[in-house]
């Protein structure tokens, strides 16, 4: 996939200025809702012993006392935060990413097929309905950093029984700084012994069954329902699946810009020239 940055003289002598970035310069798409491992808007009820690691819970609009069955879930690394501005500027932090991740050119069409047994490149990957996931999806980095993979998904996203979702390959930041990003136009059904990754974004609800758990997020504009579940925003490689993207000057969601390009950006940007980059799709 060929990506095309026009940069003008301005903003190119302001990058000279500044350097170049090292890698995770870029603030998560998510801003300030990547502060939560669970966001709903009516309801987050829980039954079990559900462990919510590094980050917090909120909801809005509803009230707090939506929030039911903490305990015996429990919260490490994180807090509830009662229904004010900071779960409301969380919800519309929440509702940009996901128009932004939703207008993102596609990579490819899997509308009508199931991720099982599949292994994808970094990309965009768009289904014009529904989303099924049977048995293991693989995600290959390809060695890259700030690797991504966003699913644009029409309507809702459902696991089967024992889905799995892997990366494989990382970059020499092993994975620290890639993004998976689910954005579903309906629910989200994660089905029971799941073992998933990624930052799960709902436009009505998210349900996890029982032992399912994820590394990542739930972020939904209604009710997310939990049972006996591990949701970690830390991942093992150290970190939580918001690298790779970033907003540009227009507030498009584009790809992280590789650190060579503002090697050039600078030469370049005085004449007013356009840089190309190629990044496999």
């Known amino acids: 996939m060929k990506i095309q940055y026009l940069i003008s003289w301005p903003v190119a002598a302001l990058l000279a200025l500044l350097g170049t970035p090292e890698a995770g310069f870029a603030q998560s798409i998510l801003l300030s809702a990547s502060s939560f491992s669970l966001l709903g808007g009516s309801a987050i009820t ?4 559900t462990n919510i ?17 903490i305990p015996p879930a429990v919260i ?27 207008a993102m050119p596609s990579t490819a069409d899997l509308s009508g097929q199931d991720l099982g047994g599949m292994t994808l490149a970094p990309g965009v990957y768009t289904f014009s309905a529904a989303a099924q996931l049977t048995g293991i999806l693989t995600l290959d980095a390809e060695g890259q950093n700030d690797a991504y993979w966003v699913f644009q998904i029409g309507s809702t996203l459902t696991t089967a029984v024992s889905s799995v979702v892997r990366v494989i390959n ?10 998976i990003f689910w954005d579903a136009g309906s629910a989200i059904v994660i089905d029971t012994n799941n073992t998933i990754l990624g930052n799960y974004l709902a436009e009505t609800s998210i349900t ?42 227009s507030g498009q969601v584009v790809p992280v810009p590789e650190p060579a390009a503002f090697l050039w950006l600078a030469p370049l940007g005085a004449l007013g020239l356009v840089l190309w980059r190629r990044r496999a799709s």
């Open 46 to 49: 829980n039954t079990g012993v």
């Open 53 to 69: 690691m590094g980050g917090d819970v909120g909801l809005y609009p509803a009230a707090e006392s939506a929030i039911t069955g």
């Open 76 to 102: 490490t690394g994180g807090t509830i935060i009662a229904t004010g501005s900071v779960t409301e500027q969380a919800q519309v932090d929440f509702a940009k990413a996901a128009a932004g991740l939703a």
């Open 170 to 179: 990382e970059g020499s930041n092993g994975g620290s700084d890639d993004g």
């Open 208 to 249: 996890f069954d029982t032992s399912s758990q994820g590394y990542g997020r739930a972020l939904a504009v209604d009710a997310i329902t939990l049972d006996t579940n591990i949701v970690n925003i830390q991942d093992p490689n150290g970190g939580d699946w918001t690298g790779g993207l970033t907003y540009d000057i």
